[in-house]
């Protein structure tokens, strides 16, 4: 019987099939066996990465991308030549870094900063907002009126009391009052709003610390 005894066709295809699903049976069980020694593991990366104050998207830049970086903050009208001083590099190879910089999206944007006072809005606001109801669609609502409110330079989405915290320029009380009632006012879904006024600026910086 055994000598005419022909395997199927498809012999090989079912040998490979249920090797391969051993192999990763294997496999699965040595990482459930291992799963307590991997979450040490990167606990322990973690913890090291705190510790020494290095980020994940800072390891593909060098001392050399930091300090332009620290240099474009400050003032984003320097030249490929002047930036080339300040690291001690020739123009070129400074001109790739800076596109490499902005490809990869560590440059966002280069914006001009105004002054407010001198523009008559130097009157601003911290308001924070809460929501009566909380769901997507409501949220999307509020989020995209808030972005058709030039008046809003900044909203945060936070944890608290309240749920979102905006910016607001205003040129004055008065101005903020119509505000007030005549936009956020508007939005069917608040419930409650607080708002805080500035009385002096003590310390107002756009630029993010970079490691040294």
Known sequence: MLQNYNPPSNYPILLAYYGINFYFCRVWQ?????????????????????????????????SIDIALLRALQHNARLTTKELAAVVHLSPTPVYERVRRLER???????????????????????????????????????????????????????????????????????????????????????SAIESTFVMARVKYDRAIPLPD
């Open 104 to 190: 990869q999206g560590f440059i966002r944007r280069y914006v001009a900063e105004l002054d407010s006072d001198k523009l008559g809005l130097g009157f601003e606001v911290f308001c924070m907002v809460k929501l009566a109801l909380i769901n997507t669609s409501m949220d999307r609502q509020f989020i995209s009126r808030i972005m058709s409110i030039p008046q809003v330079t900044e909203c945060y989405n936070v944890s608290g009391s309240f749920d979102y915290i905006l910016k607001i320029y205003a040129s004055d009380m008065r101005y903020y009052r119509e505000f007030l009632l005549n936009e956020l006012g508007a939005l069917d879904n608040i």
């Open 30 to 62: 040595i990482l459930l066996l291992l799963h307590p020694c991997l979450v040490s593991l990167l606990q322990i990366i973690i913890l090291f990465a705190s510790m020494t104050g290095q980020h994940v998207f800072s390891e593909s830049l060098d």
